[in-house]
């Protein structure tokens, strides 16, 4: 079960639930992939409205590794996510607000 106070969300991927967490090295390897300045960039992307399916897919990629995960971004190209792109959106979204959330905000 995905713990919301410890900064986790669930994500149901080919019919497996994994557990997403944005932890520090996740974080540091989605400011790579994604090539921004900073993380608060992203975020304001996403208040906005103005991310990216990039944005999602490395968001995703990065809270799968912070829950553990080992694959590579390409194994999702074909994955099935359930409740699709608008799903994953969401769960993107949740990751980035639970993980820089004070206790209680979420």
């Known amino acids: 079960m995905a713990n919301p106070w410890t900064g986790e969300v669930a994500l149901i991927i080919d019919g497996e639930r994994h557990v ?21 960039e992203l975020v304001e992307r996403f208040e906005s409205g103005g991310f990216s399916t990039r944005d999602v897919l490395a968001l995703i990629v990065a809270g799968l590794r912070g829950g553990g995960w080992r694959g590579q971004p390409v194994d999702l190209m074909s994955a099935e996510i359930s409740g699709g792109p608008v799903e994953a959106a969401k769960v993107a979204g949740q990751l980035l607000a639970r993980a820089f959330a004070l206790p209680g905000e979420t």
Do not use: P, R
């Open 20 to 40: 997403l967490k944005l932890t520090l090295g996740a974080l540091a390897e989605l400011e790579e992939a994604l090539k921004t300045g900073s993380i608060v």
